[in-house]
């Protein structure tokens, strides 16, 4: 089965994006998170500031399809491929990041379930990020629009562009139970491991982002080398469409809940 590359995993990939030259990784961190969850627009944040790597989702198929391209090796495996991106974004002061939705780890690993071999590649990062939203109708309707349009965030070219989408809601309830299996089986991992997390609430972050980045980069150890937190670099994707698919996901649910 052919691997879908969108535009969002080219940027993610350009070699544009890569830091001028190659330092040793002197720490590494993780944003533990779902689809749509508001880390997209947490881990631009972090690269704007030149100081945190650039957090991406390496994990995420498309990405190692797109170096298999680039460097012509088709049998390029995760190992190497993640050897390569800690050369490529890295930060001058020495640090790595990347995003990792629940499901690519157990992709990666061949695995439903977590084991000893998960735990030990979250233990190579010495600071654990987990963003999550509490409006997960929402969040699912989010990830069903975009399964439809392929536009993943405003830098997309359809981005505020109108178009006819015929979301069902069942999509939009299979959409719930991906994202929502994502949650859960963070919020399983890191209590049975007792690992130590900063969580951050897409919906803190939109309301006061100054305040929810500056705890981030405190978390990580750079608030004092970022004097301007960098403006948001995204817009807002969710428009009227959501709004109508939310009203037909609750009458579909048989749900009595009031629309604002």
Not at 92 to 101: A, C, E, Q, R
Request: hydrophobic content about 35%.
């Amino acid at each position: 089965m052919a691997i879908r590359i969108s535009d969002k995993n080219r940027r993610e990939m350009s070699a544009e994006r890569d830091f001028p030259a190659t330092v040793p990784v002197k720490s590494r961190y993780c944003i533990l998170s779902s689809p749509r969850s508001g880390s997209t627009l947490l881990g631009r944040m972090l690269y704007e500031t030149g100081l945190a790597g650039d957090p991406q989702e390496y994990f995420n198929p498309p990405l190692l399809e797109i170096e298999r391209q680039t460097t012509g090796n088709s049998e390029l495996d995760i190992n190497a491929f993640m050897r390569n991106m800690e050369r490529r974004r890295t930060s001058p002061n020495g640090v790595f990041g990347m995003k990792l939705h629940y499901s690519q780890m157990l992709g990666v690993f061949r695995e439903r379930q977590p084991n000893k071999n998960m735990l030990q590649l979250l233990a190579q990062f010495s600071k654990l990020i987990w963003i999550r939203r509490r409006d997960r109708l929402s969040q699912a309707i989010s990830q069903a629009v975009a399964l439809h349009t392929q536009v993943w965030s405003s830098e997309d070219s359809g981005h505020g562009k109108s178009k006819n989408i015929n979301v069902h809601p069942f999509e939009c309830v299979r959409a719930l139970n991906m994202v929502a299996g994502d949650d859960f089986g963070w919020e399983r991992l890191i209590a049975a491991a007792g690992l130590q997390v900063h969580t951050v609430w897409y919906e803190d972050l939109v309301a006061d982002y100054e305040k929810q980045c500056r705890g981030v980069l405190r978390f990580l150890d750079l608030e004092q080398s970022v004097s301007n937190i960098p403006a948001p670099p995204l817009e807002r994707q969710a428009g009227e469409i959501n709004k109508q698919l939310r009203a037909e996901l609750l009458n579909y649910l048989g749900s009595d809940e009031e629309q604002e």
